[in-house]
């Protein structure tokens, strides 16, 4: 399993092998587009909505979908989980104003739906169920994961989707490592309770770090997700700040990347 670049149309991408393997079609964007101009996805984020459109065009046109199939959610760092069908399919592609409203988790088997999370440290997780052709895609911010976003959006694929966790192949993005992710002790504490056996909070005795990908790889396998299906991108966005936004790098200047999957 690897997650590698492959660049498309010029435009920097990752991808990961076991989803390119299963026929999901998927990227995860870095800070760079084409030229000297951030790859800035965020509307929230950038101070220039018409660039954030322009980007997202250049992305959609890349990976052969139209902007109008691009589906995007208010992101709040919870544990919601919106269904995303003929309805909602291509909210908050081209205004925030339209985007799923406090969810930070989607599903969908509508094809053709390109799902879009944005991040700048958080790991997004998307889970692709190829018997059923479904995929979720969940932005695991810490208070997303003690929420139970993993398992909610887990739950929510097998009541849709009659989805069987034993079947997902489950693959997390770039975030911010245990090397650069200093936590609160009352933060450490939340992991350790929520996952006791996880090795998610790192002591070192003159401080505690998160193991953020950690507790995702525990919460999918406390779902039923196979250990052999489970991708964890090893990237650390603080240390990799020269690719990839991150918000412990940049503070409240940091623009978003995106983890960007497609229903077949
Ligand atoms: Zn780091």
Known sequence: MSFSRLDICDIPLYRFSALDNAGLLHAVTTRHGRGETPFDLSFVA??????VLADRKLLCDALGVPLS?????RQVHGARVAHVDAENRGCGAASPDTAI???DAMISNESGAALM??????PVTALWDPRNRALGL??????GVVGGIVADTIAAMARRFGTKPGDLIACCGPSVGPCCYEVSADVADE??????????????????A??????VRTALMDCGVSPKKIEISGVCTKCHNDEFFSYRAEGEGAGRFAFVAVVP
Request: hydrophobic letters at 40%.
């Open 117 to 122: 999370v944005l991040c700048a440290d958080c």
């Open 101 to 103: 409203a406090d969810c």
């Open 210 to 215: 998160l193991d953020l990908r950690a507790a």
């Open 138 to 143: 969940a932005h695991c911010g810490w208070r």
């Open 191 to 208: 992991f350790a309770t929520r996952f006791p056996d996880g090795g998610c909070v790192i002591d070192d005795g003159a401080r505690l």
């Open 69 to 73: 199939a691009l589906t995007v959610c």
């Open 46 to 51: 950038s101070d220039s909505p018409r660039q």
